[in-house]
Structure formats: structure tokens, C-alpha cells
């Protein structure tokens, strides 16, 4: 009891202190008896307990109060704001309630609905006895949907409270940290593999160069000359990934400066029409001399179209001709400008086209890596578009070339 006056006392300390320092210097100006600012002073320190104890009831009274509102709350509401699938269930494995949450991704699951024949896969008919058999008071698993997409969800189940003879299913979506997982352990692979292939070729000239052809010097210069081919490809490589590395460090930082975007595509066409030429190729100018501005960086908007229209110049070789055109686009929300690249050449089929731009994907890699190609230049173009905040569309049909459309901001 004393222990908590004294608590009290404490933390209104400063208080305390005040109001008798304010009494004493009264009296000592008034020139009264002490028992006026003794009084006083033992007035104020009951005054503060008294307040100390109403606060202290208020608060609990007020706790006590949310308490019984939470008490009060529904359960169906509770479930509603788990923004993962969630399903409550009776000791028949029967649906009690689902929410909304759990619906969209598995579609109806109205009460009185039995678990185990909505879900049929073994781990889940495993976990749903473990559960309902008190064996452990909470499980969890890894289970896949594959109908309409492939969802990957680690699935907990447990019992609700003490003896209310319910229980509770929630699906954690692990699908996207797989994919990720996944990409991250393809896109090591395919590196390794890219790098491989360039060192064993030196590795084996070094050898050859050392062993039979030692004296031999047509043979020296031919495999020196294929030697140094392997090492550029190595460079662009590693080049492609530093870049690679670059954006994906600043994905969504949009550039503040602005560029002219009819100057960028005339430098862009300017820097290639030499290799246009040794392949044949004429590139054509369909939009107008003045400015365009737009919002971006001009040096990641040349890569992106001198990416485009090299592959034009390299892929579609066999057309004669690419076309770069600029038009404004009003598809979105906002006003776009889209610069379309358009080759005749062999075109793309339609199953490749949703993977063109993933790292390290080759409709023919025998020709691209004729071509030079490291396989990351789509990949790169489409990172520098996040940033910019905009797109790449791509169409194609076999046999009538392809047409990379990419769709800027306007403002």
C-alpha cells in the first residue's frame, strides 16, 4: 500500500514540486504562520493521489471497456480483415465461415461445405486429421493450386480458443517469393552457362595453341582471332549484367529531367545505319523533324531504342528494310507517346512472345549468339521502361516480321 503511494507521489513529482514551491514563496511574502503553507502543501499532496486513483480507474475502466467491445465483436468481421484466405471450420471438418479473401481465390465455399472434398490433396487431407484429432494443436504444409493458375500457399492450421470446437485454415500466398527464388537460381545458371562456354573455347585453343599448332601460323592467327571473338562476347556479357544490376537497384525512380525523344531516335538511327548497311537493311524515319519532349533519361532511352532497332537490323535482316515510327497513343489513362520499331523479317511465333523479355530467353540461340546476343537486351529495356513508367508491346505474326512498341509517358 505505502509502496504504491509512494509510486504515485513520484510520478507526479513535478507537479509536486511546483505547487510547494509556489506556497512557500506566498508565505514568505505574506509573513503568515507556517501552518497556512503546511496545510496547504499536505492539501495538494492529497489531491494529487486522489487524481492519481480517477486516473487509474478511468483507465482501467476504459480498458475493461474495449475489452468487452472486442468480446462483442463478431467473429465473421475479425476474419474479413485478414487480407489472407482464411476458413473456419467445426470438428466435422464442415466450412463454418470463409472470407472473402479465401472465396476469391478458391471460389465458393459456403458453410456446411466438407473441407476434404473441396480439397483433395493429400498433405491437406493429412493436415485436416492431425488437427481434428488433437495429435497437434497447430500444423502447417505447402500445398499448390493448379486451377487457374498455379498458387503456391503454406497452409497453418490450429484450433480456435479453448473448447469452442472450432478451427482455422489460413493460406499464406508464397507463389511470387518462389517465382522470384526460381528466377534468381535460373538467372545464376544461365549466367554460369553463358560465361562457361566462351572460357572452354580459349581454355581449348590455349592448349591447341601450345600443343600441335605451336608452329603453325595460319592456325595461330585463326584461333587468336576466334580467342578474341570469345573474350568481346565475354565483355558484352558482363557489361549487360552490371547494367542489369544497375536498374534493378532503382527500378521505380522515375528520371526528373526531360528529353527530346525525335533528337534521341535520329542519334539512335545515325549510330546504326552502318550496321544496317552491312546487313542489308535500309532503316526508314516515319515521324517530323520538330522536338518531342518527354519525361526520361536520355541516355536509357537510346539504349532502349538502339537495343530495338539493332535486333531489327540483326533478326530481321532478311525483310531489307525497318521502320521506326512515333505517334501519340490514348489507349491508357494518360496521353502516351509510342515509338513503334517494326522489321519484315521471319517474325516471332506466338508462344515466344510472353517470354522475350525475360533474361537469358532465345527463340533461336544458335542465331542469337551469331548475332552477338547476350540474351539480356530485352530484359534491360523493359527494366529502363519500369522506371520511366512505361511499356513494351510486341506484335508478330511468322513470316511478317515483328513490331516492339514502346509507350512512354506524355507529362
Known amino acids: 500500500m505505502i509502496e504504491a503511494l509512494w509510486r504515485k507521489l513520484w510520478r507526479h513529482r513535478r507537479l509536486l514540486t511546483a505547487g510547494i514551491v509556489a506556497i512557500l514563496v506566498a ?14 502543501s499536505l492539501l495538494l499532496v492529497a489531491s494529487v493521489l486522489v487524481v492519481g486513483d480517477g486516473e487509474n480507474q478511468n483507465g482501467e475502466g476504459a480498458g475493461a471497456a474495449m475489452a468487452d467491445d472486442l468480446q462483442r465483436l463478431p467473429a465473421e468481421h475479425l476474419a474479413q480483415a485478414v487480407t489472407d484466405p482464411l476458413i473456419l471450420f467445426d470438428r466435422t471438418a464442415t466450412v463454418v465461415h470463409a472470407n472473402a479473401a479465401a472465396i476469391a481465390a478458391f471460389g465458393s465455399l459456403a458453410p456446411g461445405l466438407s473441407l476434404p472434398l473441396k480439397f483433395r490433396a493429400p498433405e491437406m487431407q493429412v493436415l485436416l486429421d492431425n488437427v481434428l484429432s488433437g495429435s497437434v494443436g497447430a500444423d502447417s504444409i505447402d500445398y499448390a493450386e493448379k486451377l487457374p493458375v498455379e498458387r503456391l500457399y503454406r497452409v497453418s492450421a490450429s484450433t480456435v480458443g479453448h473448447g469452442s470446437g472450432l478451427y482455422v485454415l489460413i493460406f499464406k500466398d508464397q507463389s511470387e517469393a518462389r517465382r522470384i527464388d526460381r528466377m534468381r537460381a535460373d538467372f545464376i545458371a544461365n549466367a554460369s552457362h553463358e560465361l562457361r562456354t566462351p572460357l572452354a573455347s580459349i581454355s581449348g585453343f590455349i592448349e591447341t595453341l601450345r600443343g600441335p599448332a605451336r608452329n603453325d601460323a595460319a592456325a595461330r592467327d585463326k584461333f587468336l582471332q576466334i580467342m578474341q571473338n570469345q ?71 537510346f539504349q532502349v531504342f538502339e537495343n530495338l532497332v539493332e535486333n531489327a537490323c540483326k533478326y530481321g535482316q ?32 506466338e508462344e515466344h512472345i510472353p517470354r522475350v523479355t525475360e533474361r537469358f530467353y532465345r527463340i533461336d540461340a544458335e542465331s542469337s549468339r551469331a548475332q552477338k546476343g547476350t540474351g539480356l537486351g530485352l530484359a534491360i529495356v523493359k527494366h529502363i521502361l519500369t522506371r520511366h513508367h512505361g511499356r513494351l508491346s510486341i506484335a508478330s505474326e511468322p513470316g511478317e516480321g515483328a513490331a516492339f512498341t514502346v509507350h512512354l509517358p506524355a507529362n
Request: proline share 9%; no cysteine; net charge negative.
Open 231 to 301: 573474350t568481346e562476347r565475354m565483355a558484352r556479357l558482363i557489361d549487360d549484367l552490371l547494367s542489369l544490376s544497375r536498374l534493378e537497384m532503382k527500378p521505380y525512380l522515375r528520371p526528373g529531367s526531360r528529353v527530346d525523344l525525335t533528337g534521341t531516335l535520329k542519334a539512335v538511327i545515325d549510330t546504326l545505319t552502318p550496321l544496317a548497311k552491312d546487313n542489308g537493311v535500309v532503316i526508314e524515319r516515319e515521324f517530323a523533324d520538330e522536338p518531342t519532349e518527354i519525361p526520361g533519361d536520355r541516355d536509357e532511352l
Open 318 to 349: 532478311s525483310g531489307g528494310r525497318v521502320v521506326v515510327s512515333v505517334k501519340p497513343g490514348h489507349d491508357g489513362p494518360e496521353p502516351t507517346v509510342d515509338v513503334t520499331v517494326r522489321d519484315f523479317g521471319p517474325g516471332i511465333a
Open 27 to 40: 508565505h514568505a511574502l505574506a509573513g503568515s504562520s507556517l501552518v497556512v503553507p503546511v496545510g496547504l
